[in-house]
């Protein structure tokens, strides 16, 4: 039965964030941070869905360490961190925040209550551009701003984004139905409520297999990197199990002119604003019963006060 697995994956997920929220203080190096939670993961009988996600202050989203990365976490702002845990291709995509000094509170605090309201209001049945109207609303009631392009996701087997999504804004077509899973995730900041790509890369994901004439070390790469992580994303320096430091920017930029990889470019707030993100997958197991698989919410409850 796939419930038990995605509830082993949510377990793990909720576990690492624990991890994470002992692990994230001031002057930490990020890549001891991401490396440590990933293992975590591994060690727990999961694997990583995507890299450990470690977005600071303006960034959003998509920022993970990279090779011999050096970034500390700072004294002041928000550190977002997203952590993605498969068991069997079952996924589990969860985040916090943590505010590095009170002044972040409140944009957390928003996050916290747009994701609970999200969650309570998410049934069989109901409307994408409800639950998304819900998430605004909230947000908004704290002076604060959504980020209105980004958004949660419908989750299949190995399938991270699997078309439908939960807006954070009043918008979108279409109904949640029994029996589907969704990472809601809002995001709030005090800048412009949009974010752009950035000139960072660190996350890539393997579109397809498709072979490469005359390109043997090409296709046999991608024929591992499919069989490790399907079309997951995964991490540059994960690329250091399979091939030399020396080589990887070159593979890199190879695969993308081949198109056979896409690149998620880092995340960063248009207005400059910092941003805050709460997110859990949940699963609407029937009616009257939509299950919390990662509950990030409870972790936020336990530090809120301590
Ligand atoms: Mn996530
Ligand atoms: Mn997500």
């Known amino acids: 039965m796939e419930l038990k697995y995605y509830k082993r994956a949510g377990e793990i997920a909720h576990r690492a964030l624990k991890l994470a929220l002992d692990l994230v203080e001031p002057e930490e190096p990020v890549l001891d941070l991401c490396q440590r939670i990933e293992e975590?993961?591994?060690?727990?009988?999961?694997k990583p869905a995507f890299p450990v996600?470690?977005?600071?202050?303006?960034?959003?989203?998509?920022?993970t360490a990279t090779i011999d990365d050096d970034l500390l976490i700072p004294k002041k702002g928000i550190v977002k961190v997203d952590v993605g845990v498969q068991v069997d291709g079952y996924i589990a995509d969860t985040a916090i925040s943590i505010p590095l000094d009170s002044l972040q509170d409140d944009l957390v605090e928003?996050?916290?209550r747009a994701l609970l309201a999200a969650i309570n209001v998410t049934k069989p049945g109901e409307s994408l551009s409800f639950i998304g109207a819900t998430i605004e609303k909230t947000i908004k009631a704290f002076g604060l701003k959504p980020i209105r392009n980004l958004s949660g996701h419908?989750?299949?087997?190995?399938?991270?984004?699997?078309g439908k999504s939960i807006p954070n804004i009043r918008a979108g077509w279409g109904t949640v139905k029994k029996g589907e899973v969704f990472a809601i995730e809002p995001f709030t900041t005090n800048g412009a409520g949009v974010v752009e790509e950035g000139v960072t890369v660190t996350i890539f994901r393997l579109r397809s297999v498709k072979r490469i004439r005359k390109r043997s070390d090409l296709n046999a790469l991608v024929e591992?990197?499919?069989?490790r992580y399907r079309g997951l994303p995964f991490a540059k320096r994960w690329?250091?199990?399979?091939?030399p430091k020396e080589d990887i920017e070159n593979t890199l930029y190879e695969l993308s002119r081949h198109k056979l990889i896409d690149s998620y470019p880092i995340l960063i707030e248009q207005g400059g604003g910092l941003v805050a993100q709460m997110e859990d997958t949940v699963i609407l197991y029937d009616e009257n019963e939509t299950i919390n698989l990662t509950n990030s919410i409870k972790l936020y409850e336990e530090i809120k006060y301590r």
């Open 40 to 46: 975590f993961i591994l060690n727990n009988g999961g």
């Open 53 to 63: 996600n470690v977005s600071i202050n303006q960034v959003a989203a998509h920022y």
């Open 110 to 112: 928003a996050a916290y």
């Open 154 to 162: 419908k989750i299949d087997r190995y399938t991270l984004h699997a």
């Open 224 to 227: 591992k990197l499919w069989t």
């Open 239 to 243: 690329l250091l199990e399979f091939i």
